[in-house]
């Protein structure tokens, strides 16, 4: 298995918003997920994020501003002792037609070539289904959890293709499991 994983960012790291997260003092980390990030790091996982930003696209905040929501949430897991290597993000709108917007893997294969590692079978949490597409298109395990958008995703049904994908409540719920796997 891979000691990649791959993280989405909002409803899995941070709160979502209807609205936007637009800068780093509407950046609200979602209990225990910065202490689960910083114990993969601490258990010698490579963590990057993959986030769709289309606010950029939509002119409601910059790429300076996302720059800031990632330096704060990079600050948060630093201080809990973990590492991110890297956030890697989609500035497109959804009718722009790009190949880096999720569910397309583009932002996948971005991760792969930037850090230099395989991603096959490297686990990819997020909370919406074009999360858990685009893992399974570029050879992810898709990872589904329950908080941000991850409840409807859930009572909405998965597709066949998805439907062995594991549930958890949060992020810190997937990395306690994953690690008491780990140790065993």
Request: aromatic letters at 6%; one cysteine or more; hydrophobic letters at 40%.
């Given at each position: 298995?891979?000691r990649?994983?791959?993280?989405?960012?909002?409803?899995?790291?941070?709160?979502?918003?209807?609205?936007?997260?637009k800068?780093?003092?509407?950046?609200?980390?979602?209990?225990?997920?910065?202490?689960?990030?910083?114990?993969?790091?601490?258990?010698?996982?490579?963590?990057?994020?993959?986030?769709?930003?289309?606010?950029?696209?939509?002119?409601?905040?910059?790429?300076?501003?996302?720059?800031?929501?990632?330096?704060?949430?990079?600050?948060?897991?630093?201080?809990?002792?973990?590492?991110?290597?890297?956030?890697?993000?989609c500035?497109?709108?959804?009718?722009?037609?790009?190949?880096?917007?999720?569910?397309?893997?583009?932002l996948?294969?971005?991760?792969?070539?930037?850090?230099?590692?395989?991603?096959?079978?490297?686990?990819?949490?997020?909370?919406?289904?074009?999360?858990?597409?685009?893992?399974?298109?570029?050879?992810?395990?898709?990872?589904?959890?329950?908080?941000g958008?991850?409840?409807?995703?859930?009572?909405?049904?998965?597709?066949?293709?998805?439907?062995?994908?594991?549930?958890?409540?949060?992020?810190?719920?997937?990395?306690?499991?994953?690690?008491?796997?780990?140790?065993?």
């Amino acid at each position: 298995m891979s000691r990649l994983i791959i993280l989405d960012r909002d409803g899995v790291i941070n709160e979502d918003s209807d609205t936007f997260v637009k800068s780093a003092d509407e950046c609200i980390a979602i209990p225990g997920s910065i202490e689960a990030i910083a114990r993969l790091s601490r258990a010698g996982y490579q963590i990057a994020v993959a986030t769709n930003q289309s606010g950029i696209a939509r002119r409601l905040f910059d790429e300076y501003a996302l720059a800031g929501i990632h330096h704060t949430i990079n600050d948060w897991v630093e201080e809990a002792g973990g590492i991110i290597s890297g956030f890697f993000y989609c500035p497109h709108g959804p009718d722009d037609g790009c190949l880096c917007r999720k569910p397309l893997p583009g932002l996948i294969h971005r991760i792969a070539t930037e850090l230099e590692v395989s991603v096959i079978d490297a686990p990819f949490v997020g909370d919406s289904l074009r999360d858990l597409q685009a893992a399974k298109s570029a050879g992810c395990q898709p990872v589904l959890v329950l908080t941000g958008n991850g409840t409807a995703t859930a009572d909405a049904g998965l597709p066949d293709e998805l439907c062995d994908t594991p549930v958890h409540a949060d992020l810190a719920s997937f990395v306690n499991t994953l690690l008491d796997s780990d140790s065993q």
